[in-house]
């Protein structure tokens, strides 16, 4: 499974951006996929999940309210809707993607990982 990132870039305190992740190989193995974010000089963190059936949704809650994952119906393109960025959303934003049921807040869960997306919040 291949994993590409984008929609990145530089936005406002209060702006959105929308991130995106496309998959591609096999992808059918894919049970769940995730966006995980690491800003400079602390640990990559969870920030949301999602299941293949699209029915079970999760996210941090230091993102809850404003972050919205979802996915398109094939699991190929799986997106994080960010609302109302604060300055310490600043971070690399990656996509990854689990074969299997296990945590999925865990980083070492994943299998697969995009390249990572950068979003820089200004002040």
């Known amino acids: 499974v291949q994993l590409q990132a984008s929609g990145g870039g530089l936005v406002q305190a209060g702006g959105s951006l929308r991130l995106s992740c496309a998959a591609s190989?096999?992808?059918?193995?894919?049970?769940?996929m995730s966006w995980f974010r690491q800003a400079p000089g602390k640990a990559r963190e969870f920030v949301a999940a999602i299941r293949r059936s699209g029915s079970w949704i999760d996210s941090a809650d230091s993102v809850k309210g404003r972050f919205t994952i979802s996915r398109d119906s094939a699991m190929n393109t799986v997106y994080l809707q960010m609302n109302s960025l604060k300055p310490e959303d600043t971070a690399v934003y990656y996509c990854?993607?689990?074969?299997?049921?296990?945590?999925?807040?865990?980083?070492?869960?994943?299998?697969?990982w995009g390249q990572g997306t950068l979003v820089t919040v200004s002040s």
């Open positions: 990854a993607a689990r074969l299997g049921v296990s945590d999925y807040r865990s980083s070492s869960t994943y299998t697969y």
């Open positions: 190989g096999r992808t059918f193995s894919v049970y769940g």
